[in-house]
């Protein structure tokens, strides 16, 4: 007689890439790609958006190189964020998750990537010199990339967020206090959608970001890749 019992008692291993590694490449990729557009990389800077045309252009005209790069960088994190969102959410299934909050944490930080990558494919395009001469066009493409970049990352950040804290906490799967920082994020991100028709509410954009960043690679570390041990199976005699 040989007791399943003990065999189902083994715990399983999530079969897919460390969840800190692309949490990690992300974070560095999309700080990488902000170093060339701010003070770091010289003046003039990366405008704001109450900038008016012409210092948009201006930026376009003279610093069209780290623009370039900064595009460069943030697509490629792109792909990373989207690599940690579907391991997150597979981890998150093989250790029992069964809730919605799974697929909307994989909608969020899908949605969050493809915003990236389509804010970065903008800014590319802004880069190119012959674009940069007409302060109309350049501003209409600004506002579209920042819509895309501003709340339109931090939006669907804090869906991923919640998407991953809610289950979490009710599972018991990660550290209380990463749970409740991860929901002020996650709070603070859904309010920033109130930017497109409150220029005041543009503070919670990079209080969702770079925290955000902070929180996701100590979710890399702490959630759980191996499954409970199933001590429920029933002792089957193998020949």
Not at 25 to 52: D, H, Q, R, S
Not at 144 to 156: I, L, R
Request: hydrophobic letters at 55%; a positive charge; proline letters at 9%.
């Amino acid at each position: 007689m040989i007791s399943q019992t003990k065999l189902s008692s083994i715990p399983l291993r999530h079969a897919g890439p460390p969840l800190w590694l692309p949490a990690i490449i992300f974070t560095v990729l999309f700080n990488a790609g902000l170093y060339p557009v701010t003070m770091f990389g010289g003046a003039p800077y990366f405008p704001g958006p109450w900038e008016t045309a012409d210092v948009m252009a201006i930026f376009f005209q003279l610093r069209y190189p780290a623009a370039m790069l900064c595009a460069f960088f943030q697509f490629g994190s792109a792909i990373s964020l989207g690599i940690f969102t579907v391991s997150a959410v597979s981890q998150l299934r093989f250790v029992g998750v069964r809730a919605v909050g799974s697929y909307i944490a994989l909608f969020g930080g899908l949605m969050t990537a493809i915003n990236i990558s389509a804010s970065a494919c903008i800014m590319w395009a802004m880069a190119h010199p012959g674009l940069a001469t007409n302060p109309s066009m350049v501003q209409l493409m600004y506002y579209v990339q920042y819509a895309f970049g501003g709340p339109g990352f931090s939006v669907p950040m804090g869906l991923l967020i919640a998407g991953i804290c809610v289950p979490a906490a009710i599972l018991k799967l990660l550290p209380k206090w990463l749970i409740v920082f991860g929901m002020i994020l996650a709070v603070m991100g859904e309010l920033s959608w109130f930017n497109l028709i409150s220029p005041k509410a543009l503070f919670l954009i990079p209080l969702t970001r770079f925290p955000g960043f902070i929180w996701m690679i100590i979710v890399g570390f702490k959630l759980p890749i191996r499954k409970k041990p199933n001590l429920d199976a029933t002792i089957v005699p193998i020949a």
